[in-house]
């Protein structure tokens, strides 16, 4: 698991490659990102875009449900009824509407949101579970 992400842009005043690091780079492995970007703006965006997808996949659940054509990709699921980390809330990143002889089902592929990722990745166990607490006030 990376504990940092590092990305890179060119300074053509210092005539160097300059490095924007996220994350604690000397806790343990750090991604780099191959290409450089435009400037120092650019490089913090997109150190900071691959740490939030990183987090995001730190845990995934699938779900099999009754049919609910409500249900899209990009919405908040709140699990109910099971203790952390399965109970609450999640990001859906892909349904599937099935209907066949079987009748009407719905399968969710989902992903921590940012925050209980970021937490849950960082082992801030405390934190995830005040941010869950939260959610379900």
Not at 12 to 28: S, W
Request: with cysteine; glycine share 8%.
């Amino acid at each position: 698991r990376y504990t940092a992400v590092r990305a890179s842009y060119y300074d053509p005043d210092k005539a160097a490659r300059v490095p924007v690091t996220i994350g604690d780079d000397r806790a343990g492995p750090v991604l780099e990102i191959r290409h450089d970007a435009r400037d120092a703006g650019e490089a913090l965006a997109l150190a900071k875009a691959r740490d939030r997808q990183m987090a995001r996949g730190a845990a995934s659940l699938m779900l099999e449900l009754p049919g609910m054509p409500g249900l899209r990709a990009g919405h908040r699921l709140d699990v109910t009824g099971l203790a952390s980390p399965v109970g609450g809330a999640w990001s859906v990143e892909r349904i599937t509407h099935t209907l066949d002889a079987s009748g009407y089902r719905t399968s969710a592929e989902c992903t921590l949101p940012e925050a209980r990722a970021k937490a849950a990745s960082q082992g801030d166990f405390n934190s995830l579970i005040q941010e869950i607490s939260d959610a379900s006030v």
